[in-house]
């Protein structure tokens, strides 16, 4: 008995009883649908998650100034005004594994274009912040170390900060005013994007860390530095460098606490990363239990058609056909169940992903390697819980099966 006779038979059976096949090919259906479904947005999540790291990069560290510890009881040390300035320039001095550290100063202000104000995040940095950051210009241009050791009133807008302040106009060549100082836009940051945790990137303006000291900050002392390892570098070996030397810097013996904590970028890159992983798994073991509970629907209804086709298979089998006969149709009847469930299931999952990432604004990603995927998952499936009522087909007495009523 050829296959494409096998296959006949078996999609004449299935044929017999319409309502009985549809239910069994829906629990594969919605397997098939939930497993793609999630693992479109499991990987769409994983997506976003290393376009972030990308974006803001892995292989920078901070550090701020915090107060000490002295008998139990917590005492603030207010930082020296040039210390962050000081601190930083010896990093870069006395670190081999460090490529670049600029202080940095944040506060929030009233800026003023000649088309709105807006309340924003302003920054004072280094020029090398643009590179510890990767974050370059998309229009104009950054500022550079002359002009921030002239104190030019010069800044570079993000994009959120730029679309508030002009709308859908270039900003560069334009004028903002902080603190009723001019400063002109020289430089549109490529857009960063919102992190994982809410937070808009792109929500700020940078200045010239000598400019922004002068004529913005005031009084408010900067408390934060960022630093880059060199390509190549462990950061774990930049961040001892660094701790060693500030703690030599500022005096601190063996018995005291640090006065500084440094941050490790690439620690909750790895942490957000393998936060992302488990979460994919979560999903796709949830999904893949809808999967098996078809399959043990497949393998009742079969269990069920054997039963009533009793007389037929011992008719069968009394005209000479064998148990490998018999054996191969239920298995093919079950199989062809779950693949048709698995191409049904794989376009419902499909087209889920895409109402979930439009009604939720989520992203995800669907490839069609997972119909390949899902089509031998439907198969298996058919071929596993498929086998029993089969063999149990085959193995039946011709001469008991023709008295069965």
């Given amino acids: 008995m050829g296959l494409l006779t096998v296959l006949a038979e078996s999609l004449h059976s299935l044929g017999k009883n319409k309502v009985r096949t549809a239910l069994s090919v829906l629990g594969i259906v919605i397997g098939i649908a939930a497993v793609i479904a999630m693992v479109a947005v499991a990987a769409g999540a994983q ?12 292989d920078w560290l901070t550090i701020w100034y915090v107060g000490t510890d002295r008998g139990g009881v917590h005492r603030d040390r207010a930082t020296p005004p040039n210390m962050t300035r000081d601190d930083a320039e010896a990093i870069m001095r006395e670190c081999p594994a460090v490529r670049a550290a600029s202080p940095t100063n944040r506060v929030r202000a009233q800026v003023v274009s000649a088309f709105g104000n807006y309340q924003c995040a302003v920054m004072g940095v280094y020029p090398n912040f643009f590179d510890i950051r990767r974050w370059p210009c998309s229009v104009g241009r950054p500022f550079t170390m002359e002009e921030m050791e002239l104190r030019a009133k010069v800044c570079c807008l993000g994009t ?5 302040l002009f709308g859908a106009m270039n900003p560069v060549g334009q004028t903002i005013r902080v603190n009723r100082v001019a400063f002109e836009v020289i430089g ?29 900050a ?82 009742n209804i079969m269990l069920v058609s054997v039963t009533e086709r009793t007389r037929e298979i011992g008719l069968r089998m009394a005209i000479g056909a064998h148990s490998t006969h018999i054996l191969g149709q239920f298995l093919c009847e079950a199989v062809v169940l779950c693949l048709l469930g698995g191409l049904i299931g794989f376009v419902a999952g499909c087209g889920l992903a895409r109402f979930v990432a439009a009604q939720y604004h989520w992203e995800v990603a669907v490839s ?9 998952f439907a198969t298996a499936v058919g071929v596993f819980f498929g086998f029993y ?17």
């Fill in 160 to 164: 959120t900060a730029a679309r508030e």
């Fill in 188 to 216: 549109l940051l490529e857009s960063k994007g919102v992190g994982s945790d809410g937070r808009d990137f792109d929500d700020v303006i940078l200045f010239p860390f000598t400019s922004f000291q002068r004529l913005i």
């Fill in 218 to 299: 005031g009084n408010e002392p900067s408390g934060t530095l960022f630093a880059a390892a060199r390509p190549g570098v462990p950061l774990s070996v930049a961040r001892e460098q660094i701790r060693a030397l500030l703690r030599q810097r500022h005096k601190l013996t063996d018995e005291d606490e640090d006065t500084f904590r440094i941050f490790d970028r690439s620690l909750t890159a790895e942490a957000t990363a393998e936060a992302t992983r488990t979460f994919n798994l979560l999903l796709t073991s949830i999904a893949s239990i809808s999967l098996i509970v078809g399959g043990v629907g497949i393998m």
């Fill in 47 to 58: 997506r976003r998650v290393e376009r972030e790291i990308a974006a803001i990069g892995d």
């Fill in 368 to 376: 069609y390697w997972m119909a390949g995927v899902a089509i031998a």
């Fill in 389 to 405: 009522p089969a063999w149990r087909a085959s193995r039946l007495n011709p001469i008991d099966a023709l008295r069965y009523e």
